[in-house]
């Protein structure tokens, strides 16, 4: 064992446990720093490595360490362990490797010795590099970022933390020591606050909210939430965010009445892993405020905590999760585990910018060209992790296992999931059929099935990456984001008379997903965090993402959204939102919206703002009460495109925010919109629904480059009402026929026709007006009627 020198008090307390090191060595303690009885375990693996030390500090920057000592690998497992006692929560931890292109040598010192160098980068892949502190991958949390405020003001900046052979502050980059300002994990005290029951919802009674932590609340409207919808009925729990926690989790959690109200039952969180973002600006684009570059699998991100003390962002996730819980809502989220936050090649095969995964063991945790380099591949990230190896497969249930049973999430999200099931040479990827076999079929992405099984949570694939799209390819069980639904519907209600794939996509997709288990396998999304919002889709023809501050400017993008500007009539944009809500909660499949679209959330024809933090980007609750939603100041600098115009109606009031959670709470309360199984077709007997489409006058011949739909959605063997859906896409009106049954009539309670937005644009059944047997829908709007028995 080695100790510092100038040992401080809490060094001094710090002692090794008096076990035999071999005794160490074979322990089962579970990877990353555990408290157990009066001692912790740590634990890390590295197959490649020839020694670890682990560091303790007494702060996370600006400070050498005040003890060390070397851990003992079990060859067993890969696994280099040491127990140490005296340790409180709250310390801060690190660790350094050697391997064999820089074996341990005893000259070595902190401070940037090139003692036991040899070389950057060896034959097999090797980057070890004991000058760079490496923080634990299994880490609870994580003092700071990589990057912070305080280093910059020291004349400090990332490239201390470079490999390789290239000069910074005078010295070869390899000997540039990072002890003093590396994140740190700390040592995390078990915590038991409670998450409430899980709500246990059925995949298919699911309506998504994708919300980013820090956009839903941090808009200055959060505080005042309470005024803005006094009177609203179903709202009367809303509270006001306190600005002290605005954009927090704290914050968060007290939008669960507002979630509520709405009608949804999940939301679906952005990455909440802990990410560079200490150093994103407010005042001009920059860094990465979606968090798409994850650092700690288990660490929730410090940022987005009211309390940053150690232990705070945890018990504070954890009571976030326990409102919605107790909402009946459930917890979601989306996770990033093609690639982490490390980085790739800095155009040199021997310049990484190594603070944990690789620095363990880069050719265990990454993909690796036959020259060495890192893989920049499937995700175009530079840095793909290699999931066929089972230290990354355990890392990814690992998390997945603690997320699930520590802080109670009951789903998650996969980002460019195919990467999770892509063979290391991806030599499937240009043949179709080979490909689905592989990953139905592949050890992770059965695991990962089989664990949201086992504990009921739901397991979302977005199923494509750079390299392929692979909708529907994924083990039974899964469920994935449907990029069919949301291309087709787009080009169908902007009239493109693509009625073909328009009907497979209202009907949950069949004949993609009547094998994955079910039409709730779909998830059905218009719009996303990475798209335009849906009140930029009916208001632009192509993104424009130069915009100035505070709306842009960002790269990317794609330049194929299917939108539409229509004509620039403000008027009919109003209508065809309210259509695309409507179409949206009456298709089959799971439906996902995103944060601020039940208000016309605008980001100006940006379609790509991942480095834009500020009010381009945040939920302005402000817009609720108004029936001219883009006319109001931002809140914080430019100025909103007024695509929308104005509504009819109360000028204190947004019909369109009514409108949304009507669709939503109809489908929430009606069986027939919220099934399983698909119907009919299945050939089964009893308890299904059956999608009937037909042509306006009920012909069920349809044209395929038909504009104008009927579908009849048939409740009656679930104990609900039949809905009849009139769907006019075409440039001009049309006559639909509605069928005449003995005693019922047909109920009109949706029309989004502009003639009826005074009326808010929905009837309660009791007193909607009876159709006969026709009706004329005029162009680019949905009627939906409900069928009703006569009164005696």
């Known amino acids: 064992m080695m100790a510092e020198t100038g040992e401080t008090s809490l060094s001094s307390a710090l002692a090794p ?41 007494d702060r996370t920057t600006g400070a050498d360490a005040i003890f060390a000592c070397q851990m003992q690998r079990n060859p067993a497992d890969d696994i280099w362990r040491a127990r140490l006692a005296g340790v409180p929560g709250g310390t801060a931890y690190a660790f350094r490797c050697w391997g064999p292109n820089w074996p341990f040598d005893a000259a070595w010192q902190r401070g940037g010795s090139a003692a036991g160098f040899i070389c950057d980068v060896d034959a097999e892949g090797n980057r070890f590099i004991p000058n760079k502190v490496l923080y634990d991958p299994y880490a609870r949390e994580l003092g700071h970022d990589k ?146 570059m994850t650092y700690g699998y288990f660490a929730p991100d410090r940022r987005y905590a009211a309390d940053k003390s150690p232990g705070g962002p945890t018990r504070e996730f954890k009571e976030m999760v ?112 080979a490909q689905k076999r592989f990953f139905q079929q592949h050890t992770l992405l059965s695991a990962i099935r089989d664990l949201g099984q086992a504990h009921k ?48 996509q209202i009907n949950g997709d069949y004949h993609n997903f009547n094998d994955q288990g079910g039409q709730q396998r779909s998830v059905n999304f218009i719009a996303a965090h990475d798209g335009f919002t849906l009140a930029d889709l009916v208001s632009y023809n192509g993104k424009n993402n130069s915009e100035g501050w505070p709306f842009g400017p960002s790269d990317g993008g794609n330049d194929s959204n299917n939108s539409w500007d229509t004509g620039g009539d403000p ?50 609750y402000e817009m609720i009460a108004s029936n001219a939603p883009q006319r109001l100041e931002t809140g914080g600098g430019g100025a909103y495109h007024d695509n929308l115009g104005a509504a009819v109606g109360r000028p204190d009031r947004n019909p369109l925010f009514d409108f949304a959670g009507a669709m939503a709470r109809l489908r929430r309360d009606h069986p027939c919109l919220r099934q399983r199984r698909y119907g009919d077709l299945l050939l089964e007997q009893g308890e299904d629904v059956t999608y009937h489409f037909a042509s306006p006058g009920g012909n069920p011949a349809i044209l395929a480059d038909a504009r104008a739909i009927r579908l009849r959605i048939d409740g009656s063997e679930v104990g609900d009402s039949d809905f009849l859906l009139l769907i006019n896409m075409d440039g001009q009106a049309h006559v639909f026929a509605a069928p005449l049954e003995a005693g019922r009539r047909w109920a009109r309670i949706v029309d989004t ?9 929905l009837w309660p059944v009791e007193e909607a007006a009876t159709i006969d047997w026709r009706y004329t829908a005029h162009p680019y709007l949905v009627v939906v009627l409900q069928q009703q028995p006569l009164p005696d």
Not at 36 to 43: E, H, I, K, L, S
Not at 238 to 262: C, E, F, H, I, S
Not at 465 to 481: C, L, Q, R, S, T
């Open 322 to 433: 326990r409102a919605f819980h107790n909402a009946g809502l459930e917890v979601y989220l989306d996770v990033v585990f093609n690639h982490t936050g490390e980085g790739g090649n800095g155009g040199h095969n021997d310049v990484t910018g190594f603070v944990s995964f690789g620095g363990f063991d880069a050719a265990e945790y990454y993909q690796l060209t036959n020259s060495h380099y890192l893989v920049d591949g499937a995700t175009g990230c530079g840095n793909q992790l290699n999931l066929s190896n089972e230290a990354p497969q355990g890392l990814v249930l690992d998390s997945l296992t603690y997320w699930i049973e520590e802080t109670g999430v009951d789903g998650f999200r996969f980002d460019l999931a195919p990467v999770l099931g892509r063979r290391p040479d991806d030599a499937a990827r240009e043949d179709w059929s």
């Open 457 to 504: 949570v739901e397991m979302i694939a977005e199923a494509w990456d750079i390299w392929g799209y692979e909708v529907d390819n994924f083990p039974a069980g899964w469920g994935e984001w449907n990029g069919r639904y949301r291309d087709a519907v787009c080009r169908f209600l902007k009239g493109d008379g693509n009625a073909g794939a328009f009907i497979e």
């Open 753 to 761: 026709a502009a003639w009826a937005e005074s009326a808010g644009n």
């Open 147 to 292: 990057e912070t405020p305080e280093m910059f003001a020291a004349g400090i900046d990332g490239r201390i933390y470079a490999t390789g052979h290239l000069a910074h502050l005078g010295r070869k980059a390899r000997q540039l020591d990072t002890g003093h300002w590396a994140p740190k994990g700390y040592v995390l005290v078990p915590d038991a606050t409670p998450t409430g029951a899980r709500p246990l919802l059925p995949p298919e009674r699911a309506a998504i909210y994708e919300a980013h932590l820090r956009g839903l609340t941090r808009h200055p409207s959060a505080a005042r939430l309470q005024s803005i919808l006094a009177g609203v009925p179903g709202f009367e729990a809303v509270q006001d965010v306190p600005d002290a926690l605005r954009g927090t989790y704290a914050g968060a959690a007290m939008m669960a009445p507002y979630l509520k109200g709405l009608g949804f039952t999940a939301i679906e969180l952005l990455p909440v892993h802990e990410t560079l973002n200490d150093i994103n600006p407010d005042d001009r684009p920059g860094g990465n405020y979606w968090g798409y």
């Open 571 to 620: 008027a009919l944009r109003r209508q065809r939102l309210r259509s695309f809500w409507a179409i949206q909660f009456f298709s089959r499949g799971v439906p996902m919206t995103v944060w601020g679209d039940e208000f016309g959330r605008t980001q100006n024809s940006n379609n790509n703002p991942w480095n834009v933090d500020n009010v381009a980007t945040w939920s302005n």
């Open 17 to 57: 446990q008096p076990t035999a090191e071999a005794a160490w060595a074979a322990a089962d303690w579970p990877l990353g720093a555990q408290v157990a009885d009066d001692a912790v375990t740590f634990a890390v693996y590295s197959r490649n490595a020839t020694a670890v030390m682990l560091e303790i500090y």
